[in-house]
Each structure stands twice: as structure tokens, then as C-alpha cells.
């Protein structure tokens, strides 16, 4: 985000400023856990998308490292696989050639000495000084561990003229006193700005684009308050269960896998001040004063404001569901949630009194993630008889995913004498507009950690805040236990409660 503005001193046109060059330095990036899912689905993919976009750095290797056995021509043969879909080119064979592999155990020194020795062969052979990029996407249990190895072996203070930074994947914690922990361990072997703590969310356009809009247009701004929003809802809605990750899910929750990030950085976005610049500090200074404001919400108060779901067995397009008690890996009579719903309050000049609602959910009857915004009613109505609470109030909806655009609800008039007024909408999609597709968010969050832009990277302070807010409502579900869990029906919107957080206030979900 801050590229372009961060690193350019004059003045430029929008057209120069696209054109900017975002090459990063000659660097190595070494992926832990590259035998794992997440390396082969996203990384290694996202990485060769930047190779195409001819972004990545005038010379880089990879180096894997995982438990699993293999030789360079053996994880070669995984990163081809991965990459079936691409067509063979030079560029293709070259970014191949580019990936070597290297096992061991990673509680075990001597991985570390390995890896020192062949990070100086590699950066040697490439002609890099010392900038190495790791990228933890290992169970969260070994964070702590490789990043007091990586110190200990030496490998985490930059030399010279090179730069050492770790990316981190979520879960960062599970609860304030395990993220607190991960972190002093993180600041023991590493500074804060070599820390990248990564939220995909933050990768993509349309959540970016959440700030250009507010920022880079005069209209909506000056509307952007309790004056003339009614409320706001944020929805994250996912069709599919806990699929393969039920060991990992069933211990966290939809709370703690959805809200602590995703939601919360969408709230962020939606409720902060303008900053200062876009300079990654700037941002998430107001990014973190937003959670700092959340009006705290108290046990008497939870069964108001909060709600808890699992899915029963149900339906989606004509297919029976499971119950997620069933499903593969979850525990029998397992109370972990599959669906959250909040209503909170950014207590602030701003937003006094704006209900924020959020929810998110497995197995609910659309995959879609989105932000409204409605606004107030108009005061009174000069097409009576229809009175003003017939009128529909004014909707703005960052449409995040699928079908990425932000569109905008009106009331408009039906041709003809009558008076007949209908709601329409005024729309705009990512697609038509710019011809593009959606780049994936890894791809744009791993280039700017060759920059060294932490601008779409959680901060240690905004993390403990938002740890912070929901520690409370987990420890009380933790106790809670059976009583306080609905369900819903698969494939269906979540329990009726998550309805009533809105019915009592005369209002409901506007994402369908
Ligand atoms: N997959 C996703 O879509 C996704 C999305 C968001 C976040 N994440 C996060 O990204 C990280 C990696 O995810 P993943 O799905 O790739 O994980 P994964 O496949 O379960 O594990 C990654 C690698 O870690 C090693 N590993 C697994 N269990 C281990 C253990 N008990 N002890 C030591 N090594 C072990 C395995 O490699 P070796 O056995 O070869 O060492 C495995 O290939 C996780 O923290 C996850 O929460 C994943």
C-alpha cells in the first residue's frame, strides 16, 4: 500500500505512480512447512504468479524446508505439480530450477546449521547479500520454536547490507495470553519490523479498496459518522464445513478463526480515522485506535449481543448436509461454534451509537463476504402518503467476494404519472471495470514483504487489542460449554438468534 507513496519524495500523476516500479532486491525466500497445504495450494503459486508479473526480484531462490524426506529434484517435481495448470515456458522451467528443498526436524539445531550453510551456498551461487524472507506456514505450535532456532543459528540478525524478515500465519494465538507469549518470543530473536503477522484478508483488492474509496473521494466521507449511517454489517459466509481441517477448527471455533482477523480488520477499515499517510504506522496506528474504542461488552450482556451456532445436518443446492458433529476429526458432542454473530460499538466522536454487526459462518447458504452500510432514513417524507419509513434508507455494500464491486442503493421513480418509487442500484464491478480478474492476495502480501512494506500486516498492538476484546466471550462460551449453543440447519442463514440480534432493533441481515 504504501509503495509508490512511502519511497517517492515529489509529486506524481496517477498515471506515473501506476507505472511505478515494485521490484524488490535480490533476496532468498525459505518457506518452513513447505511440504504442507498452504505451500502448495497458495504459495508456490502465488510466488510463480509474481515471476509472471515480473515483480520479483532480478535474482531469488526457494529453499523448502519441512520434516519429509526429499531431494531438490523430488520437491521440484511438487512445485511442477503445483503449477499444472500454467503453461511450460522458459520462465516457467526457470522459476522450477529456482526451487531447492532442504528436511530436518524443526526442533532440532543442526536443521539450523544446515540451513545456514545453505543459505550461503545459495546466496553465493545467486549473488544475494543477506536478505532472507521466511515464511512460517508450519502448525502455529512451532512458531515459537523455529524463530528461537532461526536466533540461535544466528539467521535472524540482517548483516550489513541485507534484511532478515518472518512472516507469521494465522492463528497468531488462540486466546491474549498465547499471542502475548508468541510475541515476546518473536521480539526475543526479532524487531517488530521484521515481523510480518499475515492476514490474506489484507491482500485483497476489494478490502484495500475499502480505503481508497473512503479516502481518495470527497462524497462519502463527510457522511460517514452517526450523523448519517444507521448501521453497519459485516458478512462472512462460507458454503463449505470444516473439511480437512477439523483437528485445527474443532479446538478454535469460528470466533477465534474468523473475528480475531478477518472481521475485525474489515471493522478497522470501515470505522478508522483517516490517517496521516498511507506509511504502513500511520495506518494501523488508526487501525488499532478502532479496537481501543470497541465499547467493551459485559457477561450480562452476552446473550444479547453475541451468539453462538454450530450446524445440524441440513441441505445446499439439493445435497445433504452433515452435522458438523459428524464430520470427520470433530470431536463427538464437540460445543465449538461454526457460526459467530456480534453486535458491537465503536465507542467514539464518530461512531456513537452506530451498531456494527458481524457475523460469520461454516456451511451457511451462500459463500459471500461483504460490508453495508446503511444510512438514516431522510427526515420526513414529500411524497406522502408514502411517510419516510417506506422509503428504503440509502445502501452502500463493498461486495469483497465473489462478484468483487461496490454498489450503491437508491430510490428511484418508475416511469409513468404515478407516484411509484422502487429501490435501484447503482453498480460497480472490479471485473468490467478494470478487465482483470482478482490477483491472489498472497501473491501482492509476499511482494510486500520484499519491500518491506508492513502497511497490510497486522501489528503486535492491534493484535493484543483485538485479542483483548474477545478474550472475555471466549473464556464465558469456554465455560458455558453446552447451554448457549444454537444450531442451524446446513446450507441454511444461521440460527434464528443471529436474526433477533437484529429484529429487537427493528432491523435485518441485508446480505442474502
Ligand atoms: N491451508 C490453508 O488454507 C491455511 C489458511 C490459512 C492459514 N493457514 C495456516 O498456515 C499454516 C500451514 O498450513 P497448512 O494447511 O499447510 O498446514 P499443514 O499442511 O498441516 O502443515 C504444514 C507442514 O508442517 C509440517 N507439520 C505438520 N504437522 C506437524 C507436526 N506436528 N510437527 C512438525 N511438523 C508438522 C508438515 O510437514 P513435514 O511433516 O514435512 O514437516 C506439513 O507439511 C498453519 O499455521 C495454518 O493454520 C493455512
Redesign the pocket.
Known sequence: MAHGTAVVSKVLSKEELCLLEKVAEPCGIVIF?A?????H??LIPSLFQLAKDGVLPRDYYVLGV???ALTDEAFRGKVEEDLRNQADTGLKADFIKRCVYLSGD?GDPKLYQSLDGRLSALDEAHGIHDRHLYYL????Q?YEAIAGHLGQAGLAKPRAQGWIRIVI???FGRDLASAEALNRSLHEVFREDQIYRIDHYLGKETVQNILMFRFANAVYEPLWNQKYIDHVQITAAETVGVEHRAG?YDQSGALRDMFQNHLFQLLSLVAMEPPSSMEADAMRDEKTKVLHSLRPIGPDEYSRLAVRAQYASGGLNGDPQPAYRSEEGVRPGSTTETFAALRVEVDNWRWRGVPFYLRSGKRLAKRVTEVVVQFKPVPTSVFKPLMADQLTPNILRFRIQPDEGISFGFEAKHPGPKLCLSSVTMNFNYQDAFGVGQPEAYARLFQDVMLGDQTLFSRNDWLNQSWSFLNPLLDYWAEEKQTGLAFYPAGSWGPREADELLTQEDRTWLTK
Open positions: 512447512g511440504s504442507g497445504d498452504l505451500a495450494r497458495k519441512a520434516r519429509t524443526y506456514s508450519t502448525p502455529p512451532l500465519e494465522k492463528p485445527y
